[in-house]
């Protein structure tokens, strides 16, 4: 099936540690990106990717990071200087970076212990 | 910078009967593209319809209509024949037509509650 995955489904995090989200996509879109939703809010971006090995800040990068190694995967990093990381991840694609409807995963959630 | 507005964070509706959702935005872009989204408890979001500012026509897709009003930037979604699966959050969201990333604005969110 084509489509999108995230990975885990449920992530805790202790104080002080680094986090990887995964996100893959078998739809060969170019472009690629990371939401966060904290509760009974709307999505805001955290980065996007417009092709492997670009990426560029969205508007609530501090604390988090991003590589574009493969067209397909877009994994980010919640690192320690994210200090209220608890929320929802979303990471989405579409086919380019001008152009395309941008399709969602089935989302992160991570919590802080 | 592109703002999104859902003046209702909740709604409710009787099954089978009509809801309309409010949306509207403010950009001073000519082309742009504005989407609804569903998010149910399952927290995936969904896109539901979308519509291209330089068309005229609104856009529909079974169920669901919009009624796109360019001059006065409002972009709201209509459910015809409400079903027990439309609960959920509806997000309305914006696009600016260019290369810049083809970076989403997000509204609020909208609950709808479905009655039986």
């Known amino acids: 099936d084509g489509g999108i995955t995230q990975s885990p489904k449920y992530l805790f995090r202790k104080e002080g540690q680094n986090v990887t989200l995964s996100c893959e996509q078998n739809?060969?879109?170019?472009?690629m990106y990371w939401y966060r939703q904290d509760p009974g809010q709307g999505l805001r971006l955290i980065y996007y990717s417009q092709i492997v090995n670009d990426f560029q800040k969205g508007d609530i990068a501090e604390g988090y990071s991003v590589s574009r190694e493969k067209k397909e995967s877009f994994p980010l990093t919640v690192t320690s200087a994210q200090k209220n990381p608890t929320a929802f991840y979303l990471c989405?694609?579409?086919?380019?970076?001008?152009?395309?409807?941008?399709?969602f995963g089935p989302g992160t959630r991570l919590l802080v212990l | 910078a592109q703002t999104v507005t859902q003046s209702q964070p909740e709604m409710s509706v009787q099954e089978a009967e009509t809801v309309t959702l409010s949306c509207t935005y403010d950009t001073s872009e000519s082309d742009y593209y504005l989407f609804w989204y569903k998010q149910p408890p399952s927290r995936q979001m969904i896109l539901v319809i979308r519509?291209?500012?330089?068309?005229?026509q609104n856009a529909t897709e079974n169920r669901f209509s919009v009624n796109f009003q360019k001059a006065a930037k409002s972009f709201s979604l209509k459910i015809s024949d409400s079903q027990l699966g439309d609960a959920a959050m509806y997000f309305c969201a914006y696009r600016r037509d260019n290369n810049a990333g083809n970076m989403l604005t997000f509204g609020g969110g909208t609950r709808l509650m479905v009655k039986p």
């Open positions: 739809l060969n879109h170019d472009a």
């Open positions: 519509q291209e500012a330089y068309k005229q």
């Open positions: 989405a694609s579409s086919w380019t970076a001008s152009r395309g409807t941008q399709y």
